[in-house]
Each structure stands twice: as structure tokens, then as C-alpha cells.
């Protein structure tokens, strides 16, 4: 199920739209890689709509109890001439949203890093907590990924994300809080 509309024209590749379903739900995107220039330009929008949690992990099993839907839109803007090389220059936003879900007890812990609580589910079974919202906005700049905003609430605890993703780097300087 894809749809896209592909255009090069002066080393400029364009596709708008590149619409596909994935997980149950659609990515709708367009996507202009400038090459007339070194190094290339590369600009990105997409966004995401009914994407089943439990259907973009099929293979992980503390997802296989999970349900809700992923909602997201991405704008950013990059130079390079390897994907490594656009992500370590990006700049601009990327903004998710869950509402109504669930998720395993077991992806919860291990998600506040209690290993113990995991280990125990593991051994006793394993709970659905419900989802109330998980929101997220993260900036781009040069590169550096930032979380301005992400939080996953759900009936067990608050789980708040700070810090950043360094794609220029390949470096992580993260706190997950739960509360």
C-alpha cells in the first residue's frame, strides 16, 4: 500500500507524497534531497496516524499485550551525503502522542530501570497498565536531539524523559524518571 509521486529534476529527488501503511495505520511524508549541492540538502515532513503500538514491535514480546495508537509529526532540515551525515545536522521537530492504551507491567519497569519488579513479573505474570497519555516534543538542533516535553502518564506512574540524543556524536545523555 504505497503511493508516491517520485521527481528528479537538476539533482534535486523529490517525493511528495510518499504515503505508505505501516502498523496498522499510515505515514504520509514528502521528502526533497538537493544534490546540485555538496554537501546535499535533505528536507523532511511526515506524519503518522493510527499506528497500533502492539503492531510496531511484532517481535518484542512485553509489546504483545500492548494497545493504543501512535500519532506523530516530524519537520526537519539536514545537510550530508549519508543518512548518518543528514541525522548529525538535523534540525528541526518531531512530536508524538498516545492516548487510551496499555502496556505491559514488565515494558513499564523496565522503562523506570526496576529490574526487580521485572524480574518478578517475569517469574508471577505479567499486568496490563493502562496508558493515560504519552506526549512527546523533541528539537533538533545541529544534530542534537532535545526532549522539551516527554512524558508517558499512565495509572502506575509518571515517567518524565530529559536530556538529548546526540546523532552528530552517537551519544545519549538521558534521565527517566518514574514517579
Request: glycine share 12%; net charge negative; proline share 3%.
Given at each position: 500500500n504505497l503511493e508516491t509521486h517520485l521527481?528528479?529534476?537538476?539533482?534535486?529527488?523529490?517525493?511528495?507524497?510518499?504515503?505508505?501503511?505501516?502498523?496498522?495505520?499510515?505515514?504520509?511524508?514528502?521528502?526533497?534531497?538537493?544534490?546540485?549541492?555538496?554537501?546535499?540538502?535533505g528536507r523532511l515532513n511526515l506524519g503518522a496516524r493510527h499506528l497500533k503500538l502492539k503492531e510496531l514491535f511484532p517481535t518484542f514480546a512485553p509489546m504483545q499485550t500492548a494497545f493504543g495508537e501512535v500519532n506523530g509529526d516530524a519537520s526537519l532540515t539536514a545537510t550530508g551525503n549519508s543518512?548518518?551525515?543528514?541525522?548529525?545536522?538535523?534540525?528541526?521537530?518531531?512530536?508524538?502522542?498516545?492516548?487510551?492504551?496499555?502496556?505491559?507491567?514488565?515494558?513499564?519497569?523496565?522503562?523506570?530501570?526496576?529490574?526487580?519488579?521485572?524480574?518478578?513479573?517475569?517469574?508471577?505474570?505479567?499486568?496490563?497498565?493502562?496508558?493515560?497519555?504519552?506526549?512527546?516534543?523533541?528539537?533538533?538542533?545541529?544534530?542534537?536531539?532535545?526532549?522539551?516535553?516527554?512524558a508517558f502518564d499512565t495509572e502506575k506512574a509518571l515517567i518524565n524523559v530529559n536530556g538529548t540524543v546526540n546523532f552528530r556524536d552517537e551519544k545519549l545523555d538521558i534521565d527517566i524518571v518514574p514517579h
Open positions: 521527481v528528479m529534476k537538476d539533482a534535486v529527488l523529490t517525493l511528495d507524497p510518499l504515503k505508505f501503511g505501516v502498523a496498522g495505520g499510515t505515514v504520509g511524508s514528502n521528502i526533497r534531497l538537493d544534490g546540485s549541492t555538496a554537501p546535499m540538502k543518512p548518518a551525515a543528514l541525522l548529525g545536522t538535523s534540525n528541526g521537530e518531531v512530536k508524538l502522542l498516545i492516548n487510551d492504551g496499555a502496556i505491559s507491567s514488565s515494558l513499564l519497569e523496565i522503562a523506570g530501570l526496576n529490574v526487580g519488579n521485572y524480574v518478578v513479573n517475569k517469574l508471577f505474570g505479567d499486568d496490563v497498565v493502562k496508558i493515560n497519555c504519552m506526549a512527546a516534543d523533541l528539537v533538533s538542533t545541529n544534530g542534537v536531539m532535545e526532549s522539551k516535553l516527554f
